[in-house]
């Protein structure tokens, strides 16, 4: 394989979104990362705000959100303008050349609506393919890549996607060409070994751990598909993936969960 | 200089953005458009309706628009996210590899904070520069720069800038590179020698052709700032200028104004 050149790709949530003070400060943390970098953004409050201030409510089918299509536009509004471009702001004033981008842009990130048997979710993506000579291309031209979780079907249509999938996707596909970390930056320091103490973080995790874990039931609800897309990224070829809070990329003594197969 | 290659600088306003049906024309008819393109868009009723529908009221001093701090959140998740980003969807469509943008991506368009002496425009911008090295290396990879009226002052702040000026400001930093012709598109067949007169269309205008249409006022008001950026692009080495309407891509018999120095 020789020598692969290191990039990182980092998932952030609505926790750092929604806290300007937070943003701030990790955003400058990933100006300084070291080698080619890509950011991921979740979306955050500002979805759910600006849903409400113009009349929307959730639509949930069996207790599973749906985006409709008002929905939709609620979240390229806010994902794809108001936050994306905010960060690419603010990275530009820390001289980083950031572009904030969606899957449709270049045809990034192209997904199909969901075909579940009993639930349509509405306009709601599952990644099909990550354009990586493009995104090869882009990074290689000294970029910054911004994602907002939208992507496309190609033929027209956006659709929201799970912004923990696209991180792991986009790791993925740029693990041929480079060496890539896939960090996860979320509200804990780590997977936690008892969800009630923030103390408890495992600092490693492999298959059979989780496995065990998820017996327990110590790892549940929202932090399964997380990890499964640790996994996964990591069986497809990615290097290093790391679960923790922001704040362990400026701390060298920060504690987070590292996964390993 | 010898042979350039061939760029076409497209602007639609706001009478295209607001129908879906002339909008899926356009870019069909701009998606075939040969050699180098770039597409800049201008808003629409769609940050009205949002702003209308969030409670806020346009603000104006002296009667001129103001863009305070909820305004241009409204402009930015408007223009840079829904508009923008179903722009590039439905080119992505249509075989374009588009990409879409705001000045602060990459800070592909440096503005500054509209200094006036009497009136705070709030957070509107003035173009100073254009980054053409990215922008030429971004269409050198094949990629149909889509952009939206939105620049960043390189400080961290985003600000609400006038489209027509931004498709002149890039036609001029393209120029040194292609040979660039300049498209305005917007609700009439052309520049009218009388405006209650649709068939009145001038075919050319030259700048002693324009002093003299000032001074008739059959020019006025807001045509005035439009031929204005019409003959700043001419000055500054863009080859062709043209306004009319969108059907002009198309229509080979289509009436146009061609703007000459």
Known sequence: MGNKAPLTVVKIGGNIIDNPIELVKFLTDFSKVDGYKILVHGGGKLATKMAESIGLSPQLIDGRRITDAPMLDVAVMTYA????????AQLQALKCTAIGFTGA????ILSEKRNHPTIDFGFVGDVKKVNSE???SLVSLGIIPVFSAITHDNKGQLLNTNADTIASEIAISMSSTFEVSLIYCFE???VLA???DENSVIQQINA???AELLENKAIHSGMIPKMDNCFYALNKGVEK?????????SNRNSIFTTIKL
Request: hydrophobic letters at 40%.
């Open 81 to 88: 303008g108001a936050i994306n471009k905010n960060c690419v």
């Open 208 to 210: 059979l751990d989780y």
């Open 194 to 196: 008892n969800s009630e």
């Open 134 to 136: 493009l995104l090869f």
């Open 241 to 249: 993936v790391i679960i923790g809070n922001q704040t362990l990329l």
């Open 188 to 190: 804990k320091q780590g």
């Open 105 to 108: 842009d270049g045809n990034l």
